[in-house]
Each structure stands twice: as C-alpha cells, then as structure tokens.
C-alpha cells in the first residue's frame, strides 16, 4: 500500500532533490546559454579589428605627462640657489635624474617607432577610399580604414610627444653637465685667503661659535647613538654585530693559507699563483670589510631612537671608503708578503719590510677622506673651517706619495743596475704633484690641492686593480688556456682545433684589457667621488655613444659598433666555412655535378655571404641607401677613371662562373700558355703550368681573347700519351705493345679500351698518341705517369727503341 504512492512520487522527489542538490550547474547553464545568445546577437555588431597591441598601454598618457613633469621639474630646481658647498652635489643629483628620464624616453620611442610602420602597410593593404563614382566598398573595410587611421594619428601624437621630449631631456643633460663642469672647474680655481697669513685665521675665529654648536652637535648625536647602543637590550644587538662582524673580519685575515693552498692546487707553477692569490684574497676582503661595518653599523643604528639623518648620511659616506679600505689592506699584505714566491711584483725582503706601514697610512686616509666627504657636503660648516679640514687632510696625505717610488729608488741602487726601472720616473712624478699640491694649500688654491689628492688616491686603486686584473687575464691566457695548458687540453679533446685554442688564449685576454683600459678612463674622468652610478654611465657613455641614440640617417659610431664590426667577419668566415663543408661534403656527393659547377656554385655562395656581412656592417654602422649616395658617386667617377679594368675583371669573373666555359680542372690555350685551371675568382684565373708554377690571369681575357679549351673535347678523366719513334723502327709491334701495356694498367679505366695512333711524322721520326681513362675517382695525371712507366718497361722488354731529343742527349764523350 505504502509502496506503490512512493513510487508514483519518488520521481518528483527525485528531480526536486537535484534541484536543491546542484543549483550552481542550473545557474551556470542557465548564464552560458544566456551568454551564448548574447555573443550571437551581438556578434554582427562589432566589426573585425587588426591583431595589433593597444599602443596607449605601452605609452600611456599618464606616463607621458609623468616624463614631461619630471623635465619640468628638474628645470624648475636647476634654477635654485644652493649654497658653494652643495653646488656640486645638488647638480649631480639633478644631472642623474635628467639622465635617467632621457634614457626612458629613449627606450618608449624605441618600443612604440615600429607600430607606426605597422599601422601604414595595414592602412596600404585597405588601400584609398574609393572615389565618388566608384561603386562602394564593404562597411567593414570602411570601418577599419577608420580604425586604422585613428589609431596611426594617435600613434603619430604620441611619438611627437616622445621626440619632443627626448629634445628637451637631451638638452637638459648637456646643460646640467655643462653646468656641472662649470661649477667644479670655478671651485677649482677658487681662492681662500692663505693659511699662512692673518685674514684666514681671523676670519675662521669670526664664525667659530656657530661652526662649534654644528660640530657639538654633531658630538652629542654620536655620543647619544652610542649609549642607547649599549643599553639594555639593544646592547645585545649592537654586542652581536660587533661579534659577527670580527669573526668575519678574523676569517679574512686567516684565508690566505688555505687560498694560496687551492691555488697551488689547480694552477701550474709559475707567476699566475701569486696573481690569483692575490686577486681572490682582495675579493674576499672587500666583501668581509663592507659587511663587516654593514652589520656593525646596522645592529647599532636598528631601532636606535637618538639617530638622526646627519650620522646616518656620515655613515653611508663612510662605507663607501671602507670596501677600497679592504682592498688597499689585501694589497699590503699580498704584494709584499713574508714569502717572496707570493709576491706579484718581485722586490728585496728590505723593501718589502719598509712599505709595511704604507697600506694602513693609505687605509686610514680613505676613511679620514669618506668623513671628508660628509663635512664638505652636508655638516652646514662655514666654509673656511671646511678648507682648513681639506687642507689639513692634503698636507698629511701628499708625503705618503714618497713611499713607495722612494723604496723603489733604494732597491734599484742596491741592485744590479743592469734592469731599466721606473722609479725614477714615479719619484719624480710624486715629488712634482706633492709640492704642488702644498703649494696650492698654502697660496689658498685649498680646492684644487684637495682634489688633485683625491684624484691621485682613486686613481691609485683602480690602476691597481685593473693591472692585477689585467696580469691574471694575461697569466692565465699564457698558462691555463692554451692548447698545451690544462683547460686547453680538454677543450682540444671536445674536438677545438689546437691553432684556434690558441688564437683564443691570446685574442681574449688582449680584449680584456681593453675594456679594462675603458674601466680606467670612465675612472678617470669621473671625478675624484668613485661614484659607481658616474662610472657605468661613461662607461656607457663610451660604448653606446650619446645615449646609445643615433639620428636617423646618420653614422653610429661607437665602441660597441665597433666591436660588432669586428666580430661580424669572424662570425662570417667560421659560418660560411661550415656551409661550404656542408655542401662539398653532404649536398655534392647527392649530385652529378663536376667538380667544375662545384667550385662555381661554391664561389657564388662564399661571395654572397661576404656581400650580406658587409651589408649587416654598414647597417651597424648605420649607413643606409641615402647615406651611400656619395659613396655610389664616388665610384661611379673612379670606374671611369681608373677602375675600368677592376669591374671589367670582375663582371668576367661573375660571367665565368655563371657560364662556365671553363671549370676547375679544365686544360686551356690561353695568351700561349698551356696548363690546367686550378683556381677562379671574381678577379683573376690561376692556371696550373707544366713546370708546376701558376699564371694569374684577369678574367677579361677569358671573355675577349680566344681560348682553347682542351678538356671539352674529352670524357672526365681521359689522358693522352705522346712517344716519339725512329721511323725505322716496327710501329705496328709499338702501337700493339702500347695498347696491351696501356689495357694491362691496373688504373686504367676497362670500360673504355685505350687507342693508340700514329699523330705526325716528322724529322724522321713517327709519334705515337695513346689514349686511355682513368678509373673513377682518381687523379688522371698521377695514373698518366704510372702508365708511361709500364710503357718505358714494355719497351725495354720488347728492344722498341725510343727517340731521345737532341737537347735530353748525353755529349758524346
């Protein structure tokens, strides 16, 4: 009873149990189909557009009206009246900034320069509206020329925008370097009242009480940073920096064992070990002094309240000193080392011990010059108490110059004399810029002097270390990757060829030092700050050009041009090698090709590519069709002048290969020479002659002159042997006996039987022509002397007798 009213309602339940089960898949389905008639009713409605990037997200309005307020705002501060101490430091701030916006609105018009082409061939594919009495086109195209057009006007704006931009970042640049030049050159030349007389002394005393309270500030700043270091718990932090930063420092000193142990492990005996030694040694000390006074400086400046911006801006000056502190250390102690045979540069134990004292002089300095650097730009000292610093600072540092050459002068008399040295030379150098530089000082010229210093104390570093880099490139280059040196050797067993290892151990390390030599001038022209940042951009400066931006139309001359030009040739030759070895080796042996259409097909492809590398050069370089219209005339004047006989050489050479009358291998008559075509260019044909040497001849004359071309008259491989007979003598029994000689060679072709028969009688003599084939694949002339030999044998054996020409006749006794 129950049963069956179940079973009458059990589908009902069942479909009201799904629906409350799986709502989401109804309302999905319900939403897809919906969306699905939607899509089919709205779908006619928008017309087809081109697959192209929306160029306002690359170059968006807010990002140009960014680049255009930060030139404005650049200009609005260049305008700005900064005191003579922040001159400098303002301008090159605001000479980083202009830099920065120039190079992005270089790189946006270099993304965005493209699509215009783009949006015109789309626009050239549409073609013109058609005209009013034409029949009308399709609303869609219509729709898209629109489109098009619009979007390429848009395009158009924004690259104007872009330009104009450029335009006025660029000149910004160049005034704010201008400027800055300006400024350092008068700074430079500015003069303070002497040390030496009464004005400076009463002046500095004048406005002693304000540069006090700025200096006991100052004292009072640290002092408080220091106490809250050590109190409570933060004396844990500061406690632990100082543990980490020994133990790194602890580390350092104790790795020159275990360093000079792993060099002497895996590089062979010789200079290279010090020079490696010494190069991994500074390494890791400029690395463990810059963490070592990161962390220190971090655990006691973390959340110390009593820290202010002025020690914070003295703290960063001072670790940027301190890396080149690390680094001067490692060179004391590698290059004059207890042990001579770690010495990079040889010197006597004596002088070695008197320049110890020297890098830690040098040390101290660098870090007096970091602090320096902070009381020049952002103490807010007056100015006389700055120079006085300055001042002081040359003085104390210009005698440190006598070092070193003074030491190289006491080792070069106590030696030989018979080597030539150099210290002469940096004495005197040294001596020269220490009394100008205390001269400077002195006389008031305190800017000058302090900056000469500077100067000399970067550039002193960075020679350093390039020199070492230098050597250890060059070490290496001698010692390790050469074909007989122990990286060498395996790469000469991945299958390099020995002269290219080679090659490559001496081309490498010669560019290394060139773009080391770069590194030094960027330097150089710096400054005397070692801004990093200053660096990379003449350093970039050099190898890009302005920008690395080139005007349309115009040569790009610049050193990474310049290398490209260089590679490109290399690259070329090594590729078109390999496409010749393909050819010859698996595209020929497929064809019935001789070896003449062969050398052709392989000549026209070698000067192809050569013409495509010289074409990818020019368009490195920058020169483009309009740019070459000079050149073209140029030639077109020398061709009638004097390059007649080069293009008519040429256009020969060209003709010779496409029409082949004459092929490699080929036996010609030509200007009464006779021998067989060994070589054909585009200029000249060497002809192989009998004495084994070769006649270059222009192709002209294969064009102009007649030729006799010997070969075209016989099969592949054919030869001819001439015998001169007494006309007395059995001709039937010698041309029987040739014939079974020349059929009996074991090199000689069977297919085709040799023919013997009598070519001229003269003299009283007969001459007997014998023809045969070589056999397949082997050299018709080395063949032709193996059968005259079994023709001299035959002969003799037979009693024929020969006639010997009367020149060849031994004299009669």
């Known amino acids: 009873m129950i049963s069956k009213p179940f079973r009458a309602f059990f589908p009902v339940l069942a479909v009201l149990f799904l629906g409350l089960l799986f709502p989401p898949l109804l309302s999905h389905s319900q939403v897809w189909a919906a969306e699905t008639d939607t899509k089919q009713v709205s779908q006619p409605a928008t017309p087809a557009t081109p697959l192209i990037s929306d160029i306002s997200a690359v170059a968006t309005d807010a990002t140009l009206d960014q680049i255009n307020n930060e030139i404005r705002a650049i200009y609005q501060d260049s305008l700005k009246n900064y005191s003579k101490s922040e001159n400098a430091a303002v301008f090159a701030a605001l000479l980083k900034r202009a830099t920065a916006v120039s190079t992005r609105t270089d790189a946006l018009l270099a993304k965005i320069k493209p699509y215009e082409s783009v949006y015109q061939n789309f626009l050239d594919i549409l073609g013109q509206p058609p005209a009013k009495d034409a029949p009308p086109e399709a609303a869609s195209i219509t729709e898209q020329r629109k489109t098009l057009a619009a979007k390429q006007r848009d395009i158009s704006g924004r690259i104007t925008?872009?330009?104009?931009?450029?335009?006025?970042?660029?000149?910004?640049?160049?005034?704010?370097?201008?400027?800055?030049?300006?400024?350092?050159?008068?700074?430079?030349?500015?003069?303070?009242?002497?040390?030496?007389?009464?004005?400076?002394?009463?002046?500095?005393?004048?406005?002693?009480?304000?540069?006090?309270?700025?200096?006991?500030?100052?004292?009072?700043?640290?002092?408080?940073?220091?106490?809250?270091?050590?109190?409570?718990?933060?004396?844990?932090?500061?406690?632990?920096?100082?543990?980490?930063?020994?133990?790194?420092?602890?580390?350092?000193?104790?790795?020159?064992?275990?360093?000079?142990?792993?060099?002497?492990?895996?590089?062979?005996?010789?200079?290279?070990?010090?020079?490696?030694?010494?190069?991994?040694?500074?390494?890791?000390?400029?690395?463990?002094?810059?963490?070592?006074?990161?962390?220190?400086?971090?655990?006691?400046?973390?959340?110390?309240?009593?820290?202010?911006?002025?020690?914070?801006?003295?703290?960063?000056?001072?670790?940027?000193?301190?890396?080149?502190?690390?680094?001067?250390?490692?060179?004391?102690?590698?290059?004059?080392?207890?042990?001579?045979?770690?010495?990079?540069?040889?010197?006597?134990?004596?002088?070695?011990?008197?320049?110890?004292?020297?890098?830690?002089?040098?040390?101290?300095?660098?870090?007096?010059?970091?602090?320096?650097?902070?009381?020049?730009?952002?103490?807010?000292?007056?100015?006389?108490?700055?120079?006085?610093?300055?001042?002081?600072?040359?003085?104390?540092?210009?005698?440190?110059?006598?070092?070193?050459?003074?030491?190289?002068?006491?080792?070069?008399?106590?030696?030989?004399?018979?080597?030539?040295?150099?210290?002469?030379?940096?004495?005197?150098?040294?001596?020269?810029?220490?009394?100008?530089?205390?001269?400077?000082?002195?006389?008031?010229?305190?800017?000058?002097?302090?900056?000469?210093?500077?100067?000399?104390?970067?550039?002193?570093?960075?020679?350093?270390?390039?020199?070492?880099?230098?050597?250890?490139?060059?070490?290496?280059?001698?010692?390790?990757?050469?074909?007989?040196?122990?990286?060498?050797?395996?790469?000469?067993?991945?299958?390099?060829?020995?002269?290219?290892?080679?090659?490559?151990?001496?081309?490498?390390?010669?560019?290394?030092?060139?773009?080391?030599?770069?590194?030094?001038?960027?330097?150089?022209?710096?400054?005397?700050?070692?801004?990093?940042?200053?660096?990379?951009?003449?350093?970039?400066?050099?190898?890009?050009?302005?920008?690395?931006?080139?005007?349309?139309?115009?040569?790009?001359?610049?050193?990474?041009?310049?290398?490209?030009?260089?590679?490109?040739?290399?690259?070329?030759?090594?590729?078109?090698?390999?496409?010749?070895?393909?050819?010859?080796?698996?595209?020929?042996?497929?064809?019935?090709?001789?070896?003449?259409?062969?050398?052709?097909?392989?000549?026209?492809?070698?000067?192809?590519?050569?013409i495509l590398v010289g074409l990818s050069m020019a368009s490195a370089l920058g020169v483009t069709m309009k740019s070459m219209t000079w050149v073209v005339s140029a030639l077109s004047v020398g061709i009638g002048f004097g390059l007649q006989s080069i293009v008519q050489n040429f256009v020969s050479g060209i003709i010779l290969m496409a029409e082949r009358p004459v092929s490699i291998g080929d036996v010609v008559d030509i200007a009464g020479a006779h021998g067989e075509v060994a070589r054909i260019s585009v200029r000249s044909t060497n002809i192989k002659l009998a004495d084994g040497s070769t006649m270059i001849v222009p192709n002209s004359q294969f064009i102009t002159s007649a030729v006799r071309n010997a070969t075209r008259a016989e099969k592949p491989g054919v030869f001819t042997l001439t015998l001169q007979l007494p006309f007395a003598s059995d001709l039937q029994k010698a041309m029987d006996v040739m014939v079974a000689t020349l059929a009996a060679c074991k090199n000689v072709d069977p297919q085709l039987t040799p023919t013997v028969s009598i070519s001229s009688v003269t003299d009283g003599s007969a001459l007997l022509t014998g023809t045969a084939r070589a056999r397949t694949g082997l050299d018709p002339a080395a063949v032709r002397s193996e059968a005259l030999y079994d023709l001299w044998q035959a002969f003799q054996n037979n009693h024929i007798p020969i006639t010997v020409p009367t020149s060849l006749a031994a004299p009669n006794s």
């Not at 940042?533 to 080139?550: E, P």
């Open 161 to 610: 925008r872009l330009k104009l931009y450029q335009l006025e970042a660029q000149q910004l640049v160049d005034e704010l370097r201008q400027h800055g030049t300006a400024i350092q050159q008068a700074t430079l030349t500015q003069r303070f009242p002497s040390p030496l007389g009464i004005p400076f002394w009463t002046q500095l005393i004048a406005t002693s009480g304000d540069d006090t309270d700025r200096f006991s500030s100052i004292v009072q700043e640290t002092g408080a940073v220091l106490i809250e270091a050590f109190r409570g718990t933060h004396a844990l932090w500061t406690l632990g920096g100082l543990v980490v930063g020994g133990l790194l420092l602890t580390l350092y000193f104790f790795c020159h064992h275990p360093v000079r142990m792993l060099v002497a492990r895996f590089l062979p005996t010789g200079r290279i070990r010090p020079i490696a030694a010494t190069v991994l040694c500074a390494a890791i000390s400029v690395a463990a002094w810059a963490f070592a006074f990161r962390i220190v400086w971090g655990a006691i400046a973390f959340n110390n309240p009593a820290l202010g911006e002025d020690l914070d801006t003295l703290a960063d000056m001072v670790a940027s000193q301190v890396p080149l502190c690390g680094f001067v250390i490692e060179l004391g102690i590698s290059l004059l080392a207890s042990k001579p045979e770690w010495r990079v540069f040889p010197m006597p134990d004596k002088v070695a011990h008197n320049l110890r004292l020297f890098p830690i002089w040098f040390a101290v300095a660098l870090i007096v010059r970091g602090v320096l650097r902070y009381v020049d730009t952002k103490s807010g000292l007056s100015i006389l108490p700055v120079q006085l610093l300055d001042g002081l600072y040359t003085l104390a540092v210009s005698p440190l110059l006598f070092a070193i050459p003074r030491q190289l002068r006491i080792s070069a008399e106590e030696g030989s004399g018979s080597h030539p040295t150099v210290a002469p030379f940096l004495r005197t150098i040294a001596m020269t810029i220490s009394i100008v530089c205390w001269l400077a000082v002195l006389s008031g010229y305190i800017p000058l002097a302090y900056t000469i210093i500077s100067w000399v104390s970067v550039m002193a570093i960075t020679m350093t270390a390039l020199l070492l880099l230098a050597l250890l490139a060059t070490a290496l280059g001698s010692s390790v990757f050469p074909s007989h040196g122990p990286i060498g050797q395996h790469l000469v067993q991945l299958g390099l060829a020995a002269r290219l290892v080679d090659q490559a151990s001496v081309v490498i390390p010669g560019l290394i030092s060139v773009f080391l030599l770069v590194v030094a001038f960027s330097v150089a022209t710096a400054g005397a700050d070692f801004d990093p940042t200053q660096v990379g951009n003449r350093i970039l400066f050099i190898f890009r050009g302005q920008n690395g931006a080139s005007t349309e139309g115009s040569f790009n001359i610049s050193l990474d041009t310049i290398l490209l030009c260089a590679v490109l040739p290399i690259i070329g030759h090594y590729a078109i090698r390999i496409l010749k070895n393909w050819f010859r080796q698996r595209f020929f042996p497929t064809t019935r090709l001789d070896i003449g259409a062969q050398a052709s097909i392989l000549s026209i492809i070698t000067y192809s590519a050569w």
